[in-house]
């Protein structure tokens, strides 16, 4: 049956609950308010409320304040700001229990190195990370052509029936992964002529992030360091100045090494980070997925707040009037 949660329309089976559909959110044990066909419903029917064919469900999480600080992608809200990959994992096990305790909404995956559906013989991704839970984000990843790029999002969105919100990166060589920047203007010009909405990876240059804004892509995504190298953010300056400067979310893609790399990537104004190999490789992926999460939102609650300004020189904690000589 066809539920709509939030204005997103979502498939269930018969007989699921208010609470089952809170839980599938993440939002268990959180302070919600819950309104069914614009009726408000009461916390305590939550178990035994059972949902119908065409029902409307608006689930309010309440944030700390009253301030909502989420953040919108192509007309949607995202309250993460975390986004994940889904490559390098052990095993889809270990896949699924890392993706939620980063508490990601935003999953990407790598269309030419993953099944979701292409092989029937192989495990599929999204048996563990459902479409309906997750924002599924397929990613170009492997290819060094625009016409490479252009044809694998293309088959993404064939696959996941007409989805068209797709991660761009046209990569120039195998040994740096750095971006073809000249390439990837092709590609984006393309994909956005044929309806996509485009999430570009591009190096650490105002210029070419400016362009790729004007060219259409719904965000731009500024390499912190090379792929998987977890050397965090080399270029702060030139990540500060595309954010000052961007009038579409910026998210930095590639290079995060650890939860403080995360933070100051948010602590510059960015919109998110995506990561994979940060925490994939990490000994305890899972324990570091969680450690993203809160190193995310440590930063832009940092941001948010406002940095006390540098100085040279030393300035007492207490005030020195009054003191007794």
């Known amino acids: 049956m066809k539920i709509t949660v939030n204005g997103e329309t979502k498939s269930y089976v018969e007989k699921v609950t208010i609470a089952n559909v809170i839980s599938e959110l993440g939002l268990q044990g959180k302070r919600?308010?819950?309104?069914?066909?614009?009726?408000?419903?009461?916390?305590?029917?939550?178990?035994?409320?059972?949902?119908?064919?065409?029902?409307?469900?608006?689930?309010?999480?309440?944030?700390?304040?009253?301030?909502?600080?989420?953040?919108?992608?192509?007309?949607?809200?995202?309250?993460?700001?975390?986004?994940?990959?889904?490559?390098?994992?052990?095993?889809?096990?270990?896949?699924?229990?890392?993706?939620?305790?980063?508490?990601?909404?935003?999953?990407?995956?790598?269309?030419?190195?993953?099944?979701?559906?292409?092989?029937?013989?192989?495990?599929?991704?999204?048996d563990v990370i459902s479409p309906d839970k997750y924002t599924i984000l397929p990613n170009t990843a492997g290819c060094f052509t625009a016409e490479d790029a252009v044809r694998t999002c293309r088959l993404a969105r064939e696959l996941l029936g007409g989805h068209k919100l797709v991660k761009l990166e046209v990569l120039a060589d195998q040994k740096t992964l750095f971006p073809d920047v000249a390439e990837t203007y092709v590609a984006a010009e393309q994909l956005v002529k044929d309806g996509f909405d485009v999430m570009?990876?591009?190096?650490?240059?105002?210029?070419?992030?400016?362009?790729?804004?004007?060219?259409?892509?719904?965000?731009?995504?500024?390499?912190?360091?090379?792929?998987?190298?977890?050397?965090?953010?080399?270029?702060?300056?030139?990540?500060?100045?595309?954010?000052?400067?961007?009038?579409?979310p910026i998210l930095v893609d590639a290079g995060v090494g650890t939860a403080s790399d995360?933070?100051?990537?948010?602590?510059?104004?960015?919109?998110?980070?995506?990561?994979?190999?940060?925490?994939?490789?990490?000994?305890?992926p899972v324990l570091m997925a969680s450690a993203m999460k809160k190193g995310i939102e440590a930063g832009r609650e940092a941001f948010l707040a406002?940095?006390?300004?540098?100085?040279?020189?030393a300035s007492a904690s207490s005030p020195i009037d009054g003191l007794f000589l």
């Open 306 to 313: 406002g940095r006390m300004p540098r100085k040279r020189f």
């Open 32 to 126: 919600i308010a819950v309104e069914l066909n614009k009726e408000i419903v009461p916390y305590d029917q939550y178990d035994a409320h059972l949902l119908n064919d065409g029902d409307r469900l608006e689930i309010v999480q309440a944030i700390g304040g009253g301030q909502d600080d989420s953040f919108t992608l192509a007309g949607k809200r995202y309250q993460s700001r975390l986004l994940v990959g889904t490559g390098k994992y052990k095993d889809l096990e270990e896949t699924r229990l890392a993706i939620e305790a980063s508490g990601a909404e935003i999953v990407t995956v790598a269309i030419r190195r993953t099944n979701i559906g292409q092989n029937k013989d192989e495990p599929n991704l999204l």
């Open 262 to 284: 995360a933070a100051i990537a948010m602590e510059l104004g960015c919109d998110g980070v995506l990561m994979n190999t940060a925490i994939a490789a990490a000994q305890n």
């Open 200 to 248: 570009v990876y591009t190096n650490d240059d105002p210029i070419a992030a400016k362009r790729l804004e004007d060219i259409g892509c719904v965000a731009v995504m500024p390499l912190a360091a090379p792929i998987g190298s977890g050397l965090g953010i080399r270029n702060p300056y030139n990540i500060l100045t595309i954010v000052e400067n961007a009038n579409v």
